[in-house]
């Protein structure tokens, strides 16, 4: 595969609304940036299409649309003809089509404003989201446990999270089950305990599959200051200054130890 004008065109989607992904992406290889570009530009098309109209249905139907585009390539089908659906066709196995189906469908709840009904709620969403995308990107790539990638979504799933969170109330949904002080630190410990236990298993990820993980390399320092300072989640403190973002990617992609 090449990088033709779709994979430019996810390329310039990616840089504009999801920077840290594209950073990311950025400092992967030339050969797998052409494989995440597209999986990333569909995790921006999906994730802002319940945001971009007040009326349900019309959002219902934009994911819907992505999701009749997914069937289409996991069925081995004709492919609609789309900037990003077209160089996605070229990088996804039907198995992995099958994957992010779930990552389109769980995004229904952006589209309302009722809270996670229990814990199983919430920690699903996260799974089918933040998961789903990391097993799609990864294992594009090359060979990667899933109970792993799952493992590390849910705790980078969970820090992109709380740095969405005074976005999310200000758009009237209730993002989390407890939003006291520890509630807070105990979702945060326990995603920070997940981030860890994936990062004991590197062994199980293929080199040519760790860039797709370069995308969480904030997680850690998030969640660390969730517990500490759990505070700052309600006050949208917790983005890292550039220069503290710039050089934490550095490490992350030269030492190989995302």
């Known amino acids: 595969m090449t990088f033709?004008?779709?994979?430019?065109a996810c390329a310039a989607l990616v840089q504009r609304?999801?920077?840290d992904r594209f950073r990311a992406t950025m400092a992967a290889p030339v050969a797998a940036r052409v494989v995440l570009f597209p999986i990333y530009a569909l995790n921006v098309e999906v994730a802002r299409a319940p945001w971009v109209t007040q009326e349900a249905m019309i959002a219902e139907m934009r994911l819907?649309?992505?999701r009749d585009a997914l069937l289409e390539i996991a069925e081995g089908a004709a492919v609609r003809r789309h900037e990003v659906v077209t160089p996605l066709s070229r990088v996804l196995s039907p198995h992995l089509a099958g994957v992010l189906d779930e990552f389109v469908a769980v995004r229904r709840w952006d589209i309302y404003?009722?809270?996670?009904?229990?814990q199983e709620h919430f920690d699903a969403y996260i799974h089918h989201s933040s998961g789903s995308l990391f097993v799609a990107s990864a294992q594009a790539l090359g060979a990667a446990d899933e109970s792993v990638l799952r493992d590390f979504g849910y705790g980078v799933g969970v820090a992109n999270w709380f740095r969405a969170i005074p976005e999310l109330e200000k758009r009237g949904r209730?993002?989390?089950l407890d939003g006291t002080t520890g509630g807070v630190q105990q979702l945060a410990q326990?995603?920070?305990d997940r981030l860890r236990n994936a990062r004991s298993n590197r062994g199980d990820i293929a080199p040519e599959a760790r860039p797709a993980l370069y995308a969480g390399w904030l997680a850690e320092r998030v969640l660390k200051q969730a517990i500490a300072q759990p505070e700052r989640v309600a006050a949208g403190t917790l983005e890292p200054g550039e220069m503290r973002q710039r050089l934490s990617l550095m490490w992350t992609v030269g030492s190989g130890r995302w």
């Open 64 to 66: 819907q649309w992505w």
């Open 190 to 192: 326990s995603a920070l």
């Open 113 to 118: 404003r009722d809270p996670f009904e229990d």
């Open 4 to 8: 033709d004008d779709d994979v430019k």
């Open 174 to 176: 209730v993002p989390l």
């Open 17 to 19: 609304a999801d920077p």
